[in-house]
């Protein structure tokens, strides 16, 4: 039975299977939790991602973890918040999905997200706190036995009270 829950945290620190980065589509680093992870791993994440030709918006990559305490970084790409009409919640699920599928294939059970796309992508935080709460319980809903532990890593206590009534509402559901 997996456990899932919003924890307040820095998603670097953490010593699990995989933290999932919320990138931009050249995988080479950038501003918020993306340039935290790159610093935080050193330069052999940025050298790993140059060999893997960017990312579109919903898919996700694997890379080791390097000087983290994560094994691997699972990279992916959210979609910029345009007002909703840009199907952006298809593309939030899609980066869930991915990046699941991802830890999946390569026998990751521990999974820590930051809060994709609400940073300098704009995405409201109620929303993709309700998108991201929705698919993973999709997803454990489907395998409950798959993964282990998944946590929504949030920077605020807010985002984490946020999250956390996302996944209290989906686990109802």
């Known amino acids: 039975m997996t456990i899932w829950r919003a924890i307040q945290a820095d998603i670097t620190t953490l010593a699990v299977d995989a933290i999932v980065n919320a990138a931009n589509s050249s995988l080479l680093g950038g501003g918020g939790v ?7 791993a050193g330069p052999g994440l940025l050298e790993e991602c140059r060999t ?9 990559r694997l890379t080791r973890g390097y000087a983290l305490p994560a094994r691997h970084v699972i990279h992916t790409v959210g979609p910029v918040w345009r007002g ?21 294939a390569h026998g990751l059970r521990t999974i820590a997200f930051p809060a994709i ?3 300098v992508y704009g995405y409201p935080i109620d929303r993709a706190a309700g998108i991201a709460a929705a698919t993973v319980d999709d997803v ?21 009270a946020v999250y ?9 559901a």
């Not at 909703?84 to 999946?104: H, P």
């Open 117 to 119: 796309s609400t940073g």
């Open 140 to 160: 454990i809903r489907r395998n409950p036995d798959l993964f282990e532990e998944i946590l929504f890593v949030c920077f605020s206590a807010p985002d984490q």
């Open 84 to 104: 909703g009409a840009s199907r952006e919640a298809g593309k939030l699920a899609a980066c869930y999905r991915s990046s699941l599928g991802v830890a999946e």
């Open 52 to 60: 893997l030709g960017g990312c579109p918006v919903g898919e996700a």
């Open 164 to 172: 956390a009534a996302a996944i209290e509402a989906a686990a109802g």
């Open 34 to 40: 993306d340039g935290a992870i790159h610093r935080a």
